[in-house]
Every structure is written in structure tokens, then in C-alpha cells.
């Protein structure tokens, strides 16, 4: 069975930072490109960044370009996102997702707020 | 312009069928694209539904119901996810998707209403 499991969300100020994980099992993590897509409260779904599969490739949205950092560990089957200056509009459930594949956590929320 | 736009809401009565496009902005060409469908009903993240390029490179996700079918429609220039027989639990958010220009490019989704 695929699993993804986010963890690390949270409350923080504006400007603080928050470092987001993602396990996963039950398919061949290394094989794979992966991504962070996020959905604030009410809204749809917005792209954040994509990791390629030996990390060769990084993207990011020009919304967080700068900020967030994507990273991953094909040893620990793990994805990262190093989120840094973050603002109120960070706030959002932070999925770690596999879209061509069809691979998506259950989410974590961050609420940015003071 | 949004790179893919999607009609906000969508009504359709029990049984009935629900075309839902998802049309690509001037000067992107569908028939290059491989679009993805996903559904998502509130508080739980989008399913996979399946995808579709052509008819010889499409893919239904797994324990997708084969009432649920894709398409395009090349002189809209757009993706069309189909819904035959619909039922009440398909009443959902629907959310189409493409990898455009190193990026994952979301559609604004629609919000299927079963009446």
C-alpha cells in the first residue's frame, strides 16, 4: 500500500520558519520526481516545488522561490520542505504529492499568524 | 490568462452525465499535453482519477469506476473529464492538471453539485 505521511506543520509567526517532512512506503521512492503542493483554507490546489528523482532538478513556484527549500532522501525514503520568511499567505495544507502518479499524503496544515 | 481554466460550478441530476472541461490558455496546444484528472471532496486530499493524452496513452487510476472517462476536444483546445450515471458521492471538487514549463499547473477546479 502507497503511503505518504506529512508531518511538521503548525502555528508560527510571520517570518519564522518551519522545516515540513514527508515518509514514504510502498512504492520505489527513488524512481520518482516529487513535489510540494499546498491549498489554503477554501481555495484550490497551488504548486509549490518539484524535486527530481536523484535530485538532479529543482523548481519552484515564484511565489516561495527564495524561501522554501526542497530536498529529499532517497536513503530514508523522505522529502523535506524548508520553509524560511514565511507569510500569512503560507498558510495552507501542505501536501507532499506525486501528481503523475497519483501519489498524494493526507496533508499538514501551517498556519501563519501572530 | 490562466493556463487552464475550469468552470467554477457544475449542476447535473442522478444519472444524468457531467462533461467538465478544463481549457488551456491561447497558444498551448492540448494535444501535446497529458492532462490528469483528480477529485476532491472536503477535508481529504484530491484522488487520482486517471489521465488522458490520447486514446492509445490514457490510464485510469486504480479502483477508478470506468464511468469516469477523459477526452479532448481539440477545436476548444480543452480536456474533458466525463462522468456517466452520476451518482450523490460523486458530488465533489474536480481539479485538472498538467506539467507545463517545469511546473505543475493546476486548473482552478470545478465544484460538482448532484441535484
Known amino acids: 500500500e502507497v503511503q505518504l505521511v506529512e508531518s511538521g506543520g503548525g502555528l508560527v509567526k510571520p517570518g519564522g520558519s518551519l522545516r515540513l517532512s514527508c515518509e514514504v512506503s510502498?512504492?520505489?521512492?527513488?524512481?520518482?520526481?516529487m513535489n510540494w503542493v499546498r491549498q489554503a483554507p477554501g481555495k484550490g490546489l497551488e504548486w509549490v516545488s518539484c524535486?527530481?528523482?536523484?535530485?538532479?532538478?529543482?523548481y519552484y513556484a515564484d511565489s516561495v522561490q527564495g524561501r522554501f527549500t526542497i530536498s529529499r532522501d532517497n536513503g530514508k525514503n523522505a522529502l523535506y520542505l524548508q520553509m524560511n520568511s514565511l507569510r500569512a499567505e503560507d498558510t495552507a495544507v501542505y501536501y507532499c504529492?506525486?501528481?503523475?502518479?497519483?501519489?498524494w499524503g493526507q496533508g499538514t496544515l501551517v498556519t501563519v499568524s501572530s | 490568462q490562466a493556463v487552464l481554466t475550469q468552470p467554477s460550478s457544475l449542476s447535473a441530476s442522478p444519472g444524468a452525465s457531467a462533461s467538465l472541461t478544463c481549457t488551456l490558455r491561447?497558444?498551448?496546444?492540448?494535444?501535446?499535453?497529458?492532462i490528469y484528472w483528480y477529485q476532491q471532496k472536503p477535508g481529504s486530499p484530491p484522488q487520482y482519477l486517471l489521465r488522458?493524452?490520447?486514446?492509445?496513452?490514457?490510464?485510469?487510476g486504480s479502483g477508478v469506476p470506468s464511468r469516469f472517462s477523459g477526452s479532448k476536444d481539440g477545436s476548444a483546445n480543452a480536456g474533458i473529464l466525463l462522468i456517466s450515471g452520476l451518482q450523490s458521492e460523486d458530488e465533489a471538487d474536480y481539479y485538472c492538471?498538467?506539467?507545463?514549463?517545469?511546473?505543475?499547473?493546476f486548473g482552478g477546479g470545478t465544484k460538482l453539485t448532484v441535484l
Open positions: 504529492a506525486s501528481p503523475a502518479e497519483g501519489y
Open positions: 510502498g512504492f520505489t521512492f527513488t524512481r520518482y520526481s
Open positions: 524535486i527530481t528523482s536523484a535530485s538532479s532538478f529543482i
Open positions: 491561447s497558444g498551448l496546444d492540448v494535444g501535446t499535453y497529458t
Open positions: 488522458y493524452k490520447s486514446d492509445s496513452d490514457k490510464q485510469q
Open positions: 492538471t498538467i506539467w507545463h514549463s517545469s511546473a505543475w499547473v
